[in-house]
């Protein structure tokens, strides 16, 4: 939040809560645990997921780990700020969890795949902790899944730098259309993903503002630096790229982009 | 016209396409007409969309025409075949339709504007021979919406030798994602667009082969002949792309397509 400019006006935080609200209800709506269960949030960031996660089933208990030990502080400031007090923070890396086997009636894994050299493998060490009927839920984003008008090479160039500078970081940004097959390898049983697509016109201002503009444009715009350090680009053509994802907020633009939501079972 | 509350909801989408499993539901199903309402339909082909349209709303009456003599017939057996009684089926061109202003309903134009080289225009044709308060339904698809697993550089370039070939003869096989401002441009209010996405994989074995193989590979096989001819390609890298189609039918493939369907109004 160090870089927002909107100022802290109390209609626009219910509007961009509004805003946050579309995307949380489409990635989310179908995620909640029985009282009781015991679920592993496997990566959790700053606690963004967890918050929901939590607040949704709040009879649940959730351990939620990242390998960041800052990011787990920022996670407890936040889950504390909300009043939750069903989520355990620890920091742990997903390859050498402090968990025995069977631990856990579910986990919950998202927008952490798209990071890790080895996804399957990730999946299998999580799916060894679940008690046998346990399920594993995957969320992630594909950025080769996102297309707009107008249409704009510019824009994909740029788009292709992110997707460069993850690879080179051992992630992969086109993992959305992977789950699946990722969730099988991992030997999950009956496994079921299910697109959800943002689909943003003038007609639907709060997505292009909170999608198009301040999520998707926003995260392209934030790979500037090391994208000209890695010299995948030039700086003109860069920001050629940004204002054409930019141009499709317009009156007449559009924009589309798919999150992969899976599901699967330990047999 | 039913008054689809449900809007581009993708969680709709993706129930249409668990519980009914085929492509007409998920594009079809939220268009009925009232009876005795008129009803123009442009651009009818060989009458693929008129059965299943005069069958969902069997109280209107249908106008079905086609710049082509041949596909007409072709409809006019297909209709008969079906036992619909409430279908005209006419030769006329968009732009001189025999009909005057406010002579219907409700028009429903499926796969033709890509073909067309001024849709918006035709809109506007369209919509001045609607009654006031009547609408438009539009749906297309969008090539630009394909991507797979495994991704491959050869199926793509297969894919835009589609794309280009249209583009040549006209036309625009990327015009899903433009609906909402071809629409607008038309003139017509209260514009809403609805993508509906089409996801494949092996827990899906009737889309797999329905629409991912029998439906968009085969309709780029299809193109081989004048992609060749035109020089777009050399045949071995064609027909890798086409191979790289039919891998993502196997075990851990999976495929995305999207079409878009929008609905206006004459004011």
Redesign the interface.
Known sequence: MSDYVHGYDPRESERLQDQAGTLVD?LH??TTYPDGSAVLEAGCGVGAQTVTLASRSPGARFTSVDVSEESVAAARERVAAAGLHNVELRQADIFALPFAPASFDHVFVCFVLEHLARPAAALAVLAALLKPGGTVTVIEG?H??A???P?SPAAHEAIRCQVELQARAGGDA?IG??V??LM??AGLDA?????????A???RPGLVDGFTRRTFTAMIEGVRAPALAAGLIDAPSFDAGVEALHRTTG????F?Y?FFKGTGVRG
Do not use: E, I, K, W
């Not at 496994?191 to 689909?199: A, D």
């Not at 009156?251 to 559009?254: H, I, K, M, S």
């Open positions: 489409l709506h179908d594909d080769g899944s297309y707009f008008h249409d086109l259309r992977q699946y097959p099988v390898a496994v079921r993903v299910s697109p959800r697509m943002v689909y016109d003038a007609s009156a007449d633009g559009t589309c798919t």
